[in-house]
């Protein structure tokens, strides 16, 4: 759900406080969890969202990923040595963690405040809120030319790419559209400079940035390199919660 500027713009600030990362795997690896091959009305993707964000006990929305399903199956006990593999799976786990809070921060206040409009004509007023989220996306890119990962992510390809649970070729094609999507203001979103920015404005937009950057570093910081006690949790951030042991001990 988190736009994927906001992806990257968090993936560039996790880089600066985590060494050795490789950096266009790991932001090929914050926008991998949206891939999926659509069917003609972009509402049913392949594989479905449930797989690709872990998704549990028939859940559909980011209040349900399992995040600690990734990290056990995919980067528990990966060497940080095989820089490229661990760099696109650690932004892999980073995307999940970060739709959890984009959810909790951003989606669900907004759902609370316009719910009366949202009752009255729910298709209308997400495709509105999304506006607001997709076109600070592109005000960023405009006030930040030099914005690295964007330029790095464009020439990108993962090459360490091997999930056993998602098609190459949906990931290929999801890179494609996110590169096109943001190269084609005009005709993606060509109100992003004019918009009064109701549901979401600059300002919020970047707290939320420099938030999640805060959290996702402290995460790390548990999880590696010695992972506590993960007996029963769901999700990396019951750790910042105090919901959850900390002897270093992983089971």
Do not use: C
Not at 141 to 170: G, I, V
């Amino acid at each position: 759900m988190t736009t994927w500027i906001s992806h990257l713009r968090i993936a560039s600030n996790l880089l600066a406080r985590i060494p050795g990362l490789d950096a266009a795997q790991f932001a090929l690896g914050n926008v991998g969890p949206d891939s999926g091959i659509p069917d003609e009305n972009w509402e049913h993707f392949e594989p479905p969202k449930q797989v690709t964000h872990f998704l549990r006990d028939g859940g559909h929305s980011e209040s349900d990923i399992h995040d600690l399903d990734f990290y056990r199956l995919y980067l528990f006990g990966l060497d940080p040595a095989d820089r490229g593999r661990f760099s696109y799976r650690l932004g892999y786990f980073v995307h999940l963690l970060t739709d959890i809070l984009w959810a909790r921060q951003v989606w669900r206040p907004t759902k609370d405040r316009f719910a009366r409009e949202l009752q009255e004509d729910k298709y209308r007023m997400v495709e509105e809120i999304k506006g607001d989220w997709y076109g600070l996306d592109f005000v960023h890119l405009r006030d930040h030319p030099e914005f690295f990962l964007w330029q790095a992510f464009l020439d990108a390809q993962p090459d360490s790419f091997d999930l056993d649970f998602l098609p190459r070729r949906a990931v290929d094609q999801q890179l494609a559209h996110i590169k096109r999507y943001y190269q084609n203001q005009s005709e993606t979103h060509p109100d992003a400079f004019t918009r009064p920015y109701l549901y979401l404005s600059k300002l919020e937009m970047d707290e939320f940035v420099i938030d999640a950057s805060d959290r996702l570093e402290r995460v790390y910081r548990l999880l590696w390199p010695v992972p506590p006690n993960l007996d029963g949790a769901t999700s990396a951030l019951q750790l910042l919660e105090g919901n959850h042991a900390s002897d270093h001990s992983h089971r």
